[in-house]
């Protein structure tokens, strides 16, 4: 089955800065999200992008499918984006539907 | 109610327990999933159901049986649980195969 790894797996920052989120997969993808887990467990949706460049606010994110990686980049890091944020994939077909999670990256923004 | 809701929020029960756990999504969506997260493992997903029938078993142990009555609503039955069953137990819901995929808040299960 496809394979996914994070990078890093915890990342401190100050906030202000900017980050760098990476998820490379082993497969060919017709679904890929990034979420972002809060500390009660819920995960939060915040890009559809199996391919392509995506902004919202402060977030944006950028899918090489040809490359088999996507990346979410945060931009001017607030206390409130401290929480793990995971990258998952689905593969061809039904494995669409099928999402197989990294292991998560875990951010801490310190004020 | 709006999104994806999970009750009961928190379950602790014996391992000789028989016990459910609801999903309800309000989004119209027609696919609904039950995934594990465990401490210290990925997310896995344990059962898909799209247009109420089941699609997909993940090797899931049958002390674990879904049920799905209608594109709304789906359960997860649990009976004679092992305490290594601990988690938390998300489910989502989508519209189609390849598409966004909504999570519920989440059920955090104990078995002692």
């Known amino acids: 089955g496809i394979q996914v790894e994070q990078s890093p797996p915890d990342l401190i920052l100050q906030e202000g800065a900017n980050s760098t989120l990476r998820c490379n997969f082993s497969d060919s993808v017709n679904n890929l999200q990034w979420f972002h887990q809060n500390p009660w467990g819920q995960l939060i949706n915040l890009f559809y992008?199996?391919?392509g460049t995506k902004q919202n606010g402060r977030l944006s994110a950028t899918t090489v499918a040809t490359e088999r990686y996507s990346l979410l980049y945060i931009s001017s890091s607030q206390t409130t984006d401290s929480g793990v944020y995971f990258c998952a994939v689905g593969g061809q077909g039904w494995g669409a539907q099928k999402l197989v999670f990294g292991q998560g990256t875990r951010l801490t923004i310190n004020p | 109610e709006t999104g994806v809701t999970q009750t009961p929020r928190h379950l602790v029960m014996g391992m000789t327990n028989k016990k459910s756990l609801k999903c309800e999504q309000h989004?119209?969506?027609?696919?609904m999933y039950w995934y594990k997260q465990s401490a210290k493992k990925p997310l896995e997903l344990m059962f898909v159901?799209?247009?109420?029938?089941?699609?997909e078993n993940n090797s899931v142990p049958s002390r674990f049986s879904p049920e799905c009555p209608n594109s709304s609503h789906l359960f997860l039955h649990l009976h004679t649980l092992q305490p290594e069953d601990s988690a938390l137990y998300l489910c989502a819901s989508s519209q189609g195969g390849s598409d966004t995929q909504y999570f519920g808040p989440g059920t955090r299960l104990t078995v002692l």
């Open positions: 989004l119209g969506h027609n696919a």
């Open positions: 992008i199996p391919s």
């Open positions: 159901y799209s247009l109420e029938e089941r699609v």
